[in-house]
């Protein structure tokens, strides 16, 4: 079995495991577009429920389903603009619902169309408040009310890179910011670990990319885990899994860094470890060994 069917194996287990119907015959809207920004990515604070692609060229129907919704400029539904432009939402049943925005105006096809898989539904634009051609791509469980990394369902783009670690940052209980790859001492108490990491692809035109997981250990013993799978919406809050769910204001404050967790220091020795993994499984991992005092 070669690594990209393992691939699909790995994210049919998953959807398994998540709730998500198998949906092993979808596929991407457009296939070879440049991927701008993706699931899980910090945009000035918050997260990305989306992926956004660059480019010209049709948009298609990531599966089979039913239009529920399109939207375009003649619509008079609501005199406010929307910030999405052109866009269209598919059922494609159990709750799972894709969405595409920033499309051409007017997309391609209307309500209530079952289109296969595959087929033009419209084109990328620069609708809304886009400022480059091309469109965002999203899935949305309205069963669960969670938007879903469409790397869970459909088999992940080709990816041999693995992501970078820029920096990592220790922020004490007073609010200092400390660098252990400069600070070798360090006072016992509460940090909270600021990781600044990105992801790239084999494509030279994709901006950097969230990774997919972000582990923390010390002294061998994993603490600390921020995965970009599912975001939640609860009583109007959007939860994301670190250690559990918390409110994506724990995790994104630091813009453009990812706040993964808590941790106490004792007197002695500690090794820290972060390690930034994408959604294929490349990783790369810094050490720190620290005093603390």
Avoid at 17 to 27: E, F, K, N, V
Avoid at 136 to 144: I, L, Q, V
Wanted: overall charge negative.
């Amino acid at each position: 079995m070669n690594d990209l069917s393992k691939t699909g194996c790995i994210v049919l287990w998953l959807a398994g495991i998540l709730g998500i119907p198998a949906l092993s015959a979808m596929d991407w809207p457009q296939a070879d577009a440049a991927m701008t920004a993706n699931f899980g990515g910090n945009s000035g604070g918050l997260p990305h429920v989306e992926i956004v692609f660059e480019g010209e060229g049709p948009v298609r129907a990531s599966g089979a389903g039913e239009v529920l919704f399109v939207n375009n400029s003649g619509n008079s539904a609501s005199r406010i603009p929307s910030p999405m432009g052109a866009w269209i939402a598919i059922d494609h049943r159990d709750g799972l619902i894709s969405i595409y925005n920033h499309l051409e105006d007017p997309p391609a096809i209307p309500v209530p169309e079952q289109p296969d898989q595959g087929r033009v539904i419209a084109a990328a634009g620069r609708s809304g408040w886009s400022t480059r051609q091309g469109f965002s791509f999203a899935f949305f469980d309205r069963k669960e009310r969670r938007w879903i990394n469409p790397s869970m369902i459909i088999t992940p783009l080709p990816d041999t890179v693995a992501p970078v670690i820029h920096s990592v940052e220790l922020i004490s209980a007073d609010g200092r910011v400390i660098n252990p790859a400069s600070t070798r001492s360090i006072d016992q108490g509460r940090y909270t670990v600021s990781v600044y990491t990105t992801d790239v692809r084999l494509n030279s035109q994709e901006s950097p990319l969230a990774p997919y997981r972000i582990l923390c250990s010390v002294n061998g013993q994993e603490i600390g885990e921020l995965t970009f799978e599912t975001y939640l919406a609860r009583d109007g809050v959007l939860m994301v899994s670190r250690n559990g769910l918390v409110p994506v204001r724990q995790v994104y404050a630091r813009h453009p860094a990812f706040e993964i967790g808590d941790l106490w220091f004792t007197r002695g020795q500690a090794t820290l470890e972060i390690i930034a993994q994408d959604i294929l499984g490349n990783s790369r991992n810094v050490t720190f060994r620290l005093q603390i005092d």
